[in-house]
């Protein structure tokens, strides 16, 4: 587990982006409500035979399934009617794929699209190789599906090129990665120059992902980007102000959000202890020795070596406030992050926000006698251990009783002033 560092933004989005940097998309039309969608289906700009996508930043659209009830996220529309009847069923509703979780996500907005009848179906991206430190292309023949599977059923299917960061991509290496993905001739010819485009816009944008799924060559051997996700770097924010304005948060984990408003690295997790640590190795470990004792952790909360009180306090009414999280366990190791400002962010959230979960509690470094000394003097009541694992034995322990008692509805009560 890490830091989120990846800026996901949705398909409207990333076809105008590409289109931008002269990357051949379908036309398409973003629209927010059903008389949006009846009204540029009927425009004819993008024919009789339309693409409508529900916008949610999630894979698996189109076989997913609104709370509704209605079935799809992608549907292919060829009147008016249709349309707009479609689109009152999407917008405005929660849609459940297999990588939302029963939760699902909002629909607020549909992408129509016109639809292009292909001859052939590939697949393209470019992705940051760690092991080789810098950008790789991968294609493969077989588009239109999922990639994963083509690679564990047929990796022979599956071809690389590893591009060196200082030279860039070559007219070689695109060329012979547009033969291996089937293109011939003419098509050959503009899915290499295709792809020389999208790894210009991947450098130029800072993405850290570019997937094209398909990457379509039609009839006539014009070839074309036909769906795609793209992801950008969080880091580059300051200078891609015009990628970052289409970010989503409706899309986004609203603990996430409110974290990184107060600049928190913090992701929700399935579990149900609480974590807040300093320092991302840490919290990993954490994480590890929570599950090595039998719990499950409920996020990854790294408040770093710098934060402040208030930020401290913030972390604590996100963990309080996750109705998951059964007890909290602080894991501290001081050094440029001193003991006392955690210390005094715990006892702050106690006074100022009711604290309603039990808190565990290891401190270690930089003014810990100064940090024991705030707590047992604030008149709440903390279990307090110095070693790690007897820390993490205990949070297993009593989420384990909290869990108990809320299934058989007896109270348990450990925020009591001493």
Not at 22 to 27: D, E, L, Q, S
């Amino acid at each position: 587990m890490q830091q989120v560092r990846h800026l996901n933004i949705h398909e409207y989005a990333s076809m105008e982006i590409m289109a931008e940097h002269g990357v051949a998309v379908p036309r398409g039309k973003l629209c927010k409500s059903p008389l949006e969608v009846k009204e540029a289906y009927e425009s004819g700009s993008l024919g009789s035979d339309v693409v409508m996508k529900a916008q949610v930043l999630a894979g698996g659209r189109g076989r997913g399934t609104f709370k509704n009830g209605f079935k799809g996220g992608v549907h292919i529309v060829s009147k008016s009617q249709d349309a707009e009847n479609m689109a009152k069923k999407m917008i405005g509703q929660i849609l459940v794929t297999k990588q939302t979780g029963s939760e699902g996500k909002p629909c607020d907005k549909v992408f129509l699209m016109e639809r292009l009848y292909l001859r052939r179906e590939t697949y393209f991206s470019i992705l940051l190789d760690r092991s080789h430190a810098g950008p790789t292309l991968v294609g493969s023949p077989c588009g239109g599906m999922n990639i994963e599977d083509v690679a564990a059923d047929t990796p022979e299917m599956i071809f690389t090129e590893k591009i060196d960061i200082m030279e860039g991509i070559t007219a070689t290496q695109v060329n012979r990665l547009a033969k291996n993905m089937g293109f011939e001739g003419e098509s050959e010819t503009k899915a290499a120059e295709l792809m020389t485009r999208l790894y210009n816009m991947f450098v130029a944008t800072d993405s850290t992902l570019v997937e094209i799924n398909p990457l379509a060559e039609t009839p006539n051997g014009d070839v074309f980007c036909c769906d795609a996700k793209l992801n950008f770097d969080d880091n580059a924010e300051f200078r891609q102000e015009k990628v970052f304005a289409y970010r989503d948060r409706a899309q986004e984990d609203t603990r996430e959000v409110e974290a990184a408003e107060y600049g928190l690295n913090y992701i929700g997790l399935d579990g149900s202890i609480g974590c807040l640590v300093n320092g991302a190795g840490l919290a990993m470990a954490t994480m590890d020795i929570i599950k090595l004792n039998g719990g499950s952790p409920a996020n990854f909360l790294d408040v770093g070596g710098g934060a402040t009180k208030s930020q401290v306090q913030k972390a604590f009414e996100i963990l309080n406030a996750d109705d998951k999280v059964r007890a909290i366990f602080v894991n501290i190791f001081g050094g440029i992050m001193r003991c006392d400002v955690i210390a005094a962010g715990v006892v702050a959230a106690a006074q100022e926000i009711g604290l309603k979960k039990p808190i565990i509690i290891r401190l270690q470094g930089t003014n810990v006698e100064q940090a024991k000394e705030l707590i047992e003097a604030s008149g709440f009541r903390m279990m307090m251990t110095d070693d790690l694992e007897q820390a993490a034995s205990m949070a297993v322990k009593v989420a384990q009783i909290v869990e108990s008692a809320q299934q058989i509805k007896v109270g348990v009560s450990f925020e009591m002033p001493l």
